[in-house]
């Protein structure tokens, strides 16, 4: 089993206990430039354009084994490049370098993203090259199951540690359990996730917050899959806050999903949400 980010060393339960209707937005439509003019021996061109609420994006990709570039150019007057050298610079490291620039209002933006990972060790970095600089490194180290993990934050300009996170972990197949302390270790989760069966899921979480109120928010949740187009999940936190959704994909690229929000404890009250 592969060692996951430090980010997503909890994400069984939290997929399960998040966002109830989620639905894809846009479509991508891909078509190829055959001229000569765009024919190249080291890279294959591609054009895209993909459709989102007033954000349409023409992309323009270049790629040779091990890196790729893309070009953005949105309707918002944004001119995004990334670099991406994939297992070319050493085994198992991937490294993006983005740049953003604006020419309406001159703005700049330069960031520089590692990840490297192996069987047993996986590792992020993320650098924010013109504002600060800043740096956010997490890394994970993990055996037969178990896993341990930190991440920090440092603002180059300042000299300063700025935020700073751990966790621990158990995984295998069946089930998932997670322990993390965020938020300079001031607020604890602990998370289960279960997959019962082929059908069935079921997660749990528990959140402190050290320096807020000596109260633990709970929630418990679950996902029953109707068939395999439709499932249904259902969750109830420890305020008596209730949310089911019912999804359906009717055709590929065709999902219907409706969902509610409703307060237990104030049925009467207009908190309810669909």
């Not at 089993?1 to 894809?24: H, L, Q, R, T, W």
């Not at 740049?99 to 993203?113: D, E, I, Q, R, V």
């Not at 969750?235 to 065709?254: E, T």
């Amino acid at each position: 089993m592969s060692i996951p980010a430090f980010s997503d060393i909890a994400k069984p339960s939290n997929d399960i206990e998040g966002k109830y209707v989620d639905i894809p937005s846009g479509n991508l439509y891909h078509f190829n430039a055959c001229s000569p003019f765009y024919r190249s021996k080291l890279f294959d061109h591609h054009y895209a354009v993909s459709g989102k609420p007033g954000n349409y994006l023409i992309l323009m990709s270049c790629r040779r084994p091990g890196i790729t570039l893309t070009q953005t150019w949105t309707t918002h007057n944004a001119l995004d490049t990334k670099i991406e050298a994939d297992n070319s610079i050493t085994k198992g490291l991937k490294a993006e370098f983005l740049t953003t620039f604006l020419p309406a209002s001159k703005n700049k933006g330069a960031k520089l993203n590692l990840y490297f990972k192996q069987p047993n060790f996986h590792a992020r970095a993320f650098f924010d090259l013109l504002k600060g600089p800043t740096a956010n490194i997490d890394a994970v180290l993990g055996h037969e199951g178990f896993m341990v993990g930190a991440e920090a934050g440092y603002d180059v300009q300042k000299a300063a540690i700025t935020r700073y996170a751990a966790a621990i972990g158990y995984t295998v197949p069946e089930y998932t359990a997670a322990v993390t302390a965020s938020h300079n270790l001031s607020v604890f989760s602990a998370s289960y996730y279960h997959k019962v069966n082929s059908q069935v899921e079921a997660g749990a979480k528990a959140i402190w917050d050290s320096k807020g109120s000596n109260n633990v928010g709970l929630e418990v949740a679950s996902n029953y899959r109707l068939d395999p187009s439709s499932s249904v999940k259902a969750k109830v936190n420890d305020r008596g806050i209730a949310a089911v959704a019912y999804k359906v994909l009717l055709r590929p690229g065709v999902t219907v999903g409706l969902g509610g929000s409703f307060d237990t404890q104030n049925f009467k009250e207009a908190s309810h949400k669909v």
